[in-house]
């Protein structure tokens, strides 16, 4: 699911090389946090939060096999 994410955002902000995700995991929930730059969380969240709903979405349709809920959070690089 890590690498889902990574891919999505990474083509949607102008700074790719600020992309930072990480993925903790128990046994009932996978936990993906995506860290963007400042200046990028508006792409990815997008207006009203479409695209997050839509990364959040692709992100559960891939875990759809795995019996383990999946949550995506999208916070800023400091």
Same mark, same amino acid.
């Given at each position: 699911?890590?690498?889902?994410?990574?891919?999505?955002?990474?083509? =949607?902000?102008?700074?790719?090389?600020?992309?930072?995700? /990480?993925? /903790?995991?128990?046994?009932?929930?996978?936990?993906?946090? =995506? @860290?963007?730059?400042?200046?990028?969380?508006? @792409?990815?969240?997008?207006?009203?939060?479409?695209?997050?709903?839509?990364?959040?979405?692709?992100? @559960?349709?891939?875990?759809?096999?795995? /019996? @383990?809920?999946?949550?995506?959070?999208? /916070?800023?690089?400091?």
């Amino acid at each position: 699911m890590k690498e889902v994410v990574e891919v999505i955002a990474r083509a =949607l902000v102008d700074n790719p090389d600020q992309v930072l995700v /990480t993925e /903790t995991e128990n046994e009932r929930e996978v936990n993906i946090e =995506l @860290k963007v730059a400042q200046s990028d969380m508006g @792409k990815v969240i997008g207006k009203q939060g479409r695209i997050a709903k839509a990364i959040r979405s692709v992100v @559960k349709a891939a875990s759809s096999k795995e /019996t @383990k809920k999946v949550n995506v959070e999208i /916070t800023n690089v400091e």
